[in-house]
């Protein structure tokens, strides 16, 4: 999927893109704050900005189509994003099937969030520091044989409720809605909802069905990010002159990183074609 595939299968719209890293770093934006990819995801808490009311508390709800398409590495970068404001932020892993935070923020705990739903420990209990600075997390706990039935309780009214007066932010790493319904069951507490979709991996069909399945339950607050754009195949042109890829390749393999000589003769076509377009 790119751009004008994205705009011909949904109305949803494009919240903005991330700019693909050669840094092997599941927390880009506090290891390598300088990169393009730091400042991709930066410039994604700009048009946060616009899109929500920077005074209130938010709910955020990051899912995807299918695996592998980077929803815990935008969920991730976008706390540690959050938290360069002052912002008090907490991750909480609702993908109870496959979770992966815990490998991104490099904390473990024999407790989390399916304990706390199962009745079984209290929510002090596993909520954990994190060694970044104002970002908190919740693990999510040992494999349940029933997920969506802890998803559904009482319990998950509860944790949001409380969760809610503590937090600025509350990010929640949700499964792919194109697997299971899981995601659907937390909408209802989410503000704002972004869809990460990789670029050249998320399949149209599959993502064409899932767009057209939220709108039909009447979904319409969805954000589209787009992801893994690689440089040299696509580009965005800023106002103040440069041109930039997006995407991340951290855990998808070696990033091909084209030679100087050949970005800066494809800058010089991409400036001469804006030109054009803008004479």
Do not use: W
Not at 142 to 148: A, F, G, Q, Y
Not at 241 to 255: D, I, R, S, V
């Amino acid at each position: 999927l790119v751009n004008d595939d994205i705009e011909k299968l949904t109305n949803f719209p494009i919240l903005g893109h991330i700019l693909r890293s050669k840094e092997k770093s599941p927390t880009v934006v506090s290891d390598f704050p300088n990169s393009l990819c730091a400042e991709s995801i930066r410039a994604i808490r700009t048009s946060f900005q616009f899109l929500a009311n920077e005074n209130k508390k938010h709910i955020i709800l990051v899912t995807s189509s299918m695996m592998n398409e980077g929803k815990s590495f935008t969920c991730t970068n976008l706390a540690l994003s959050f938290s360069l404001n002052n912002k008090k932020v907490l991750i909480v892993n609702f993908d109870l099937r496959n979770p992966k935070i815990h490998k991104y923020l490099g904390i473990e705990s024999d407790k989390g969030l399916s304990s706390f739903l199962s009745g079984y420990v209290s929510l002090d209990e596993i909520i954990l520091k994190t060694r970044f600075e104002n970002i908190d997390a919740i693990l999510s706990g040992p494999v349940p044989p029933n997920p969506m039935e802890l998803i559904a309780s009482e319990n998950t009214k509860t944790l949001f409720h409380s969760l809610h007066e503590k937090y600025d932010y509350i990010i929640i790493d949700s499964p792919p809605v194109g697997m299971v319904a899981d995601s659907l069951l937390l909408i209802k507490y989410s503000d704002v909802n972004i869809f990460v979709v990789r670029h050249n991996l998320t399949m149209k069909k599959v993502f064409a069905q899932v767009s057209q399945n939220l709108s039909k339950k009447g979904i319409q607050n969805f954000n589209i990010l787009l992801n893994d754009v690689q440089i040299g195949k696509k580009y965005l042109a800023y106002s103040h002159g440069y041109a930039y890829n997006y995407g991340y390749g951290y855990g998808y393999g070696k990033y091909e990183e084209t030679s100087k000589s050949e970005r800066k003769n494809k800058n010089k076509g991409v400036n001469k074609d804006i030109s054009r377009k803008l004479g």
